[in-house]
């Protein structure tokens, strides 16, 4: 059975939480990857932060969804949902832009776990956490290759 340890990347690129976003654009640019774990100066990952976080930082904002009915108004999101995009448009550090409390998995989980979560989640790059310490990270190219060798091998 094919796991997180067999496909994942060992050597992980980390971005500090209070780096600009001019600085991830330009490390996601250097090594063309979709994403990186964000890690405090303790060595704890504190969050995730990948392409899909700067494209909906350069969107243009978009109201709540609302229902009217006569002259009531009901939004169709908290206000607390709302302020957090517009902190994520905002933010000009990691830390703000940057989704916390990420997803992640351990060496072990199996390979058709990774890809139910990626589906179901929404999510393309996973941390690989053992004893609590990041040892590598599982992005959708990884889970990719690993099924390939393992279809031809």
């Not at 949902?81 to 448009?89: A, H, N, S, Y």
């Not at 609590?132 to 060798?149: E, F, N, P």
């Amino acid at each position: 059975m094919l796991t997180a340890r067999d496909i994942m990347t060992s050597k992980v690129i980390t971005i500090d939480p209070e780096a600009s976003i001019a600085e991830l654009a330009q490390l996601l640019d250097n090594h063309r990857i979709n994403g990186v774990p964000v890690v405090d100066e303790s060595g704890q990952l504190v969050g995730v932060i990948t392409q899909s976080d700067l494209i909906k930082r350069a969107r243009e904002l978009e109201l709540p969804p609302a229902i009217n009915i006569l002259d009531l108004h009901i939004f169709l999101e908290t206000a607390s949902g709302l302020q957090r995009r517009l902190q994520k448009m905002l933010g000009g550090t990691v830390k703000e832009v940057m989704t916390d409390k990420p997803l992640t998995i351990s060496p072990e989980t199996p390979a058709s776990e990774i890809a139910a979560l990626m589906d179901r989640k929404k999510v393309h790059t996973l941390p690989v956490l053992a004893a609590g310490k990041l040892v590598g990270i599982v992005g959708k190219i990884d889970l990719i290759r690993g099924l390939a060798r393992q279809a031809s091998g």
